[in-house]
């Protein structure tokens, strides 16, 4: 799959909406109940990104980007503003062997907590740490898979944890620019759709 470690405008995703989508089938049964099938254990992001152009300049920049990427063809990285940071993030226990631990973002409701790998960290604003002190060396993060590497192996029950920014790998959902020109240098394209690839 052909993705690029290329950010949208971050001027254009602030005024986006959208957010996660789930897969479920439902089924009601003659007497009223439901039988419900989730057929996806983690969730999908859609986003609408029209909202957030304003000016002219952000035209000529989102035109540069759709042509760039090749409308659906090539995947790349989206601010999603409503959820783009994690603090103190338990990402594993040490066992004196593993050097490798995936960045994760834990959401929590009531007795339920889901975790949902990240993969797409921003490069300069991963902090690691073990046992809640900060590791200054030793230790690397891939900023394209979000698996993070130490040289040593934290020892037997360390805990492992991270503070980070983060992007959501997407593409564009559509191959058409349908922009319509209202004015001189105001324009309008209803729909912009990206969707979350998996990478």
Known sequence: MSFEEIQFPTDISYGATGGPIFMTDVVATVSGYEQRNSKWSQSRAKYNVASGIKTESQWAALIAFFRARRGKAVGFRFKDWSDYKAENVQIGVGDDSTTEFQLVKLYSSGSVAVSRDITKPVSGTVDIYVDAVLQ???????????????????????????????????????DEMSISMDSFDAGNWSSIPLIEVRV
């Open 136 to 174: 200054s060396s030793g230790v690397s993060v891939d900023t394209t898979t979000g698996i993070v590497t130490f040289d040593t192996a934290p020892a037997d029950g360390d805990i492992v944890s991270a503070d980070f920014e983060f992007d959501v790998p997407v593409r564009f959902d559509t």
